[in-house]
């Protein structure tokens, strides 16, 4: 169950418009990598310490496969993939990497991913009872 609660804020595209309540979603907590390693080492019947060396290993290698202009499948969850900005010009010969601006790191869930997603239950808590 996700807790959520009404938070009041301004639309930054129309700042001069009343601040409006929106839902925003409390984070309890966080799950660290050694609480990971726990988890995945309990369920599939390894030591934590080849569980945290695959795991190491994994995320060392996502970087570099991203570097090299490859996405990258992550199974069930979904995919992660790099974009940019890039600045028009008017021939196609005036292009080159300085037109680059902006690279970021998109995930796009699998469908089966997103579905789970939408299922999700909320529950609103009072504002005063948690912080944000």
Known sequence: MIKIKPIKRKNPHHRNEPAKYYLTPLCEGEASME???HLIA???GMDIASTQMIIEAI???I???LANGNAVKLGDLGCLRLTFHSEGVEKKSQLNTNHISQVTLKFKPTPEFEHMANKLKF???KEDTTTR
Do not use: G, N, S
């Open 35 to 37: 609480d990971l390693c």
């Open 42 to 44: 309990q369920r599939a």
């Open 59 to 61: 995320l060392h290698e």
């Open 63 to 65: 970087p570099k496969q």
């Open 123 to 125: 529950e609103q808590v």
